[in-house]
């Protein structure tokens, strides 16, 4: 069972270079989610999906853009990448029902270090 | 807005005890879920125990449980017979229950180490 698989799992970049980090889940999930995390500062959701076609802003979405490319996959794009996009970044994706009651589950993160 | 508060950086527990991570929190809802997630050194983050704040019985998960204070805004983690597998990082994450609202705010988190 892959469950959420983000690719690439490490990065490194130099400033101003653009990258985009692939998350796809086959769990037939209908929302999905990126996050980045931080020493100190817990996790922090940039960008998400609630469903097919939709995508909204997060906590911290400068610098970075999403596409849901269908129901399995949903990127983040960072089109100039800068020191502070140094990170680990987590995909997420759960099943939203009226309640809003689904479980969140995690790919293994992607490390990205900007030079 | 609401936040998530973990006061305690790092916990230590000696293996077979018990430990407690607390959690506190700031909302104006009256209806929200609460959830603890283990950071073990592989990264991924595992759900470990969920709480629904309209249910008033804590939340039990074989060896893990919760004390939820719903008046106190307090969510705290028990681990019961620490095992060293339980070492890694804990985070206390708030979640609105309106429809839409897909934010899921983290705690800073507390680094658990379990003592042989």
């Not at chain 1, 970049?13 to 990126?34: I, R």
């Not at chain 1, 969140?104 to 490390?111: M, P, Q």
């Not at chain 2, 959690?23 to 983050?45: A, G, H, I, V």
């Not at chain 2, 804990?90 to 988190?109: M, V």
Request: glycine letters at 6%; proline letters at 3%; aromatic letters at 12%.
């Amino acid at each position: 069972n892959a469950g959420v698989t983000q690719t690439p799992k490490f990065q490194v970049l130099k400033t101003g270079q653009s990258m985009t980090l692939q998350c796809a889940q086959d769990m037939n999930h209908n929302s999905m989610y990126w996050y980045r995390q931080d020493p100190g500062m817990g996790l922090r959701l940039i960008y998400y999906s609630a469903s097919e076609g939709t995508t909204d802003k997060g906590e911290v979405p400068n610098g970075y853009n999403v596409s849901r490319l269908n129901k399995r996959e949903f990127s983040l794009r960072l089109e100039s990448a800068a020191p502070s996009q140094t990170s680990v970044y987590f995909c997420a994706s759960k099943y939203t029902s009226g309640k809003n009651t689904g479980e969140l589950f995690f790919g293994e993160g992607s490390r990205l270090t900007v030079l | 807005a609401q936040t998530v508060t973990q006061s305690q950086p790092e916990m230590s527990v000696q293996e077979a005890e018990t430990v407690t991570l607390s959690c506190t929190y700031d909302t104006s809802e009256s209806d929200y879920y609460l959830f603890w997630y283990k950071q073990p050194p592989s990264r991924q983050m595992i759900l470990v125990i969920r709480q629904e704040a309209y249910k008033q019985q804590n939340a039990t998960e074989n060896r893990f449980s919760v004390n939820f204070q719903k008046a106190a805004k307090s969510f705290s983690l028990k681990i019961s017979d620490s095992q060293l597998g339980d070492a890694a990082m804990y985070f206390c994450a708030y979640r609105s229950s309106n429809f839409g609202n897909e934010k899921l705010t983290f705690g800073t988190g507390t680094r658990l180490t379990i003592i042989p």
